[in-house]
């Protein structure tokens, strides 16, 4: 008889299943570091676990990078973080759906940090007599000048990135965080699969430009789902979910200025869901809509689904409903006239269809020209998402 040597190789093969020549997947271990001061030159973070302290800057000519699957967490304590881009800078943060980049706080409490800002010099509009480029300043306290005439301008790209717990109102209209900000950012910039979770003001916010959203999340966020004005126009915007919980105010806000612009953002596939119970952000300005538009803010929006939008009865009984008009003007210039279309709209659980701002007018499905603006459904769905880890917090997913 033959003896059989078996190498231990071979035998570990017969035991495991596995072959010396397999590939195994490496264990990857995260880099650390802090983030801080403003940027000098390009820099890519390579997958870990970063502390960001302070208002950081990528200026013009550097672009910053994070690789899949890092987690960037700010501390409340050590004073006011973020991480504002700069026009000409770039921020490249590109994730995946099952490794998400996450900006997060310490304290997980909202309004901890002032989220993502970035800058462009995309057009927008701030006043009805200037000519063109306009600029403005901005309202995040830094005071920056933002405007332009270049509807390319391109911030970077951002996939699969979720920010947590930002947004904050400091001082009304002067000095506010949501938990993405985007100051004239062009269409040259990408912004895909993105999650704003549990902030203490607006979820996404657009300050003009050119710049369009593609599956997006804004949940649990304080104050509107949504919200733009000086003139945004995004064209190629789709997949918006929006879910209130516990706060907030509209799902979405539109406005403009007060400029009656020929211009208008198109947004399609839309799912606007407040939750039993949630409550306004403050009883001083009643906010209980899914959309609203106000000073000739206008768009485009078709296979909208509206859920929730109850009337509040304490501690005073205020109206809430689908559609709200705010002022006598934007229902003239822009329901009347042809700039407002809602199209494939399925409203269910929510007291009343439109909502007038004032006692001087009533908007009705009949108010719009041509009536075609508007159309309701039985059939409509809404916004289409495909979940993973980057739509879900502590394993528990934000697609309600």
Request: proline letters at 3%.
């Amino acid at each position: 008889m033959k003896k059989l040597v078996f190498s231990l190789a071979i035998l570990a093969s017969i035991f495991t299943g596995c072959s010396d020549n397999e590939d195994e997947t490496p264990v990857r271990t995260p880099a650390t570091g802090e983030i801080t001061g403003n940027f000098t030159a390009s820099k890519t973070f390579a997958y870990g676990n970063y502390t960001l302290k302070g208002m950081v800057q990528i200026p013009a000519g550097v672009t910053v990078t994070f690789e899949a699957g890092s987690t960037i967490t700010s501390d409340a304590t050590t004073g006011e973080n973020g991480l504002v881009v700069l026009n000409g800078g770039k921020l490249i943060a590109e994730g995946t759906a099952s490794e998400p980049i996450v900006f997060t706080s310490l304290q997980k409490l909202p309004g901890d940090w002032a989220g993502i800002i970035m800058y462009g010099d995309a057009p927008i509009v701030n006043s009805a007599t200037n000519p063109a480029p306009q600029t403005a300043v901005s309202e995040d306290g830094l005071t920056k000048t933002y405007g332009g005439s270049n509807p390319t301008h391109n911030g970077g790209s951002l996939k699969y990135v979720r920010v947590e717990y930002a947004g904050k109102v400091i001082t009304s209209n002067n000095k506010e965080h949501n938990g993405f900000s985007f100051y004239s950012v062009g269409s040259g910039t990408t912004l895909e699969n993105l999650v704003s979770y549990k902030g203490n003001d607006d979820g996404f916010e657009f300050y003009g430009g050119t710049a369009s959203l593609k599956n997006a999340i804004s949940y649990g966020n304080s104050d509107d789902a949504f919200d733009w004005q000086d003139g945004w126009r995004g064209q190629n915007n789709t997949n918006w979910y929006a879910y209130q919980t516990v706060k907030g105010n509209y799902g979405i806000e539109a406005e403009a200025k007060s400029v009656d612009n020929a211009f208008w953002p198109v947004v399609t596939n839309i799912t606007l869901k407040r939750a039993t119970g949630t409550i306004t952000e403050a009883q001083s300005e009643v906010q209980l809509d899914a959309i609203q538009f106000k000073k000739h803010g206008n768009g485009d929006f078709s296979n909208i689904v509206i859920d929730g939008y109850k009337n509040q009865t304490t501690p005073t009984a205020v109206n809430g409903g689908a559609i709200q008009i705010l002022d006598l003007i934007t229902n003239t210039s822009q329901v009347a006239g042809g700039k407002i279309k809602l199209n494939n709209v399925k409203i269910t659980n929510t007291d009343n269809v439109f909502i007038s701002g004032a006692s001087t007018f009533t908007t009705s499905a009949t108010s719009f020209v041509p009536a075609t603006n508007w159309t309701t459904s039985t059939t409509a769905t809404g916004a289409t998402l495909v979940g993973g880890a980057w739509s879900s917090v502590n394993g528990v997913t934000l697609i309600q």
